[in-house]
């Protein structure tokens, strides 16, 4: 089955940094990666995702970059703020058959310092 | 606030017992899923009904059943429970059955003493 690896575990930037979280996954099959926020205490949140025929996606702070060939796609945050303070999670989604289950990495608690 | 609810917040009971955890999915999402949250095992993916069928299975223990009902809510009941099934229980919808943009619940936390 898929595996998906995240790093790093922990991550603490000053404010105003960039912050990069890197993942990768083993099933050459998956096509759909999405990244999860989550508040301590609190849900899951999707804050941005992509697919296997896109290489980048940006949405404001918030950009996605994937490389098929190398099976590892990263998140990017720009102009960090104390609120981007959360644990991160890259899943991936095979495409195959009836395989709809999303496999999560671990997670990185990223700290966001003012 | 996804749209996803969830009850109840917090569970507490015994080893041995049987709980039913209750999801409602955001309006217009057909899909249903569960998942899992521990501190060693992360997040885990348990099962997920589309329409009222069961779709996709993950590491779901055979002491745990879920079902969704014809106005879409899904119901996870977890019996025979043992110490290291407490953890965060959280289902998610999209609407559609292929994975794609699930949006979660706020959680139900389960501590089993």
């Known amino acids: 089955g898929e595996n998906v690896e995240q790093h790093p575990s922990t991550l603490s930037v000053q404010e105003g940094d960039s912050a990069v979280i890197k993942c990768t996954y083993s099933?050459?099959?998956?096509?759909?990666f999405p990244w999860y926020k989550q508040e301590l205490g609190k849900r899951p949140q999707l804050i941005i995702d992509i697919r296997s025929n896109v290489g980048e996606k940006k949405d404001q702070r918030i950009a996605v970059t994937l490389n098929k060939t190398a099976k590892h796609f990263s998140l990017h945050i720009t102009e960090t703020q104390p609120e981007d303070s959360a644990v991160y999670f890259c899943?991936?989604?095979?495409?195959?058959?009836?395989?709809?289950?999303?496999?999560f990495g671990k997670g990185t608690l990223l700290t966001v310092n003012p | 606030d996804s749209g996803v609810t969830q009850t109840p917040k917090h569970l507490i009971t015994a080893t041995g017992q049987r709980v039913t955890l209750r999801c409602s999915p955001r309006?217009?999402?057909?899909?249903v899923y569960w998942y899992q949250q521990s501190l060693d095992q992360g997040l885990q993916f348990l099962i997920q009904y589309y329409n009222g069928e069961e779709r996709a299975k993950g590491n779901i223990l055979e002491r745990f059943s879920a079902q969704q009902f014809p106005d879409l809510h899904s119901e996870l009941n977890l019996s025979s429970l043992e110490l290291g099934d407490s953890a965060l229980y959280f289902c998610?919808?999209?609407?559609?059955?292929?994975?794609?943009?699930?949006?979660f619940g706020p959680g139900t936390r389960l501590t089993v003493t």
């Open positions: 998610a919808s999209s609407k559609a059955q292929g994975g794609y943009e699930q949006y």
């Open positions: 899943a991936a989604k095979n495409s195959g058959g009836s395989n709809y289950k999303l496999t």
């Open positions: 309006s217009g999402d057909l899909s």
């Open positions: 099933d050459s099959a998956s096509n759909y």
